[in-house]
């Protein structure tokens, strides 16, 4: 399993459940498992929650996405791990002072981390014209997976 962004191990350690998590990984790399709960979002995708920590540090998402379905900008509240299942996806990560972004397909396989709390400001989009699907672990508890992971860029230029 390969990763991307090389959290240091100090960033690492802030991310309480991460390893117990991935552990988790390969379980659902599969598409064979029931959802707990499925929310449909105002961006196109669908959130299925595949798994809640019973000690409430993360929850693992599976993520299916229609061609043109796309997050807006955003910014994570908590730790996050994501990685393409299947399908293309391009990642636009925005410049620090969000003049511009950057752009790049996720490749299948690869985890990628972001320790939350900070800059790394980024939208994920399907420009592909087949379903695409990845799985996101949040560093949250349970309860608040729904509202308590993601800063939209729009709540991040308000006064
Ligand atoms: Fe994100």
Not at 32 to 47: I, K
Request: net charge negative.
């Amino acid at each position: 399993m390969g990763f991307h962004h090389g959290l240091t191990a100090r960033d690492l350690s802030d991310c309480p459940g991460l390893s117990d998590a991935l552990q988790c990984l390969d379980r659902f790399a599969d598409d064979t498992a029931q959802p707990l709960r499925t929310t449909v979002t105002r961006f196109g995708y669908e959130r299925h929650l595949l798994h809640a920590d019973p000690e409430n540090r993360f929850v693992i998402l599976n993520l299916i996405w229609p061609p043109g379905a796309a997050t807006p900008f955003h910014r994570h509240l908590v730790w996050c791990a994501y990685t393409l299942v299947s399908g293309v996806l391009t990642e636009m990560v925005s410049k620090k002072d969000l003049s511009g972004y950057g752009e790049r397909s996720l490749t299948v396989g690869t985890v990628n981390l972001d320790a939350g709390g900070g800059p790394y400001t980024h939208r994920l989009v399907n420009a592909s014209s087949d379903l695409a699907r990845s799985i996101h672990i949040y560093g949250v508890a349970p309860d608040h997976y729904e509202t308590g992971v993601n800063l939209f860029i729009d709540e991040l230029m308000r006064p």
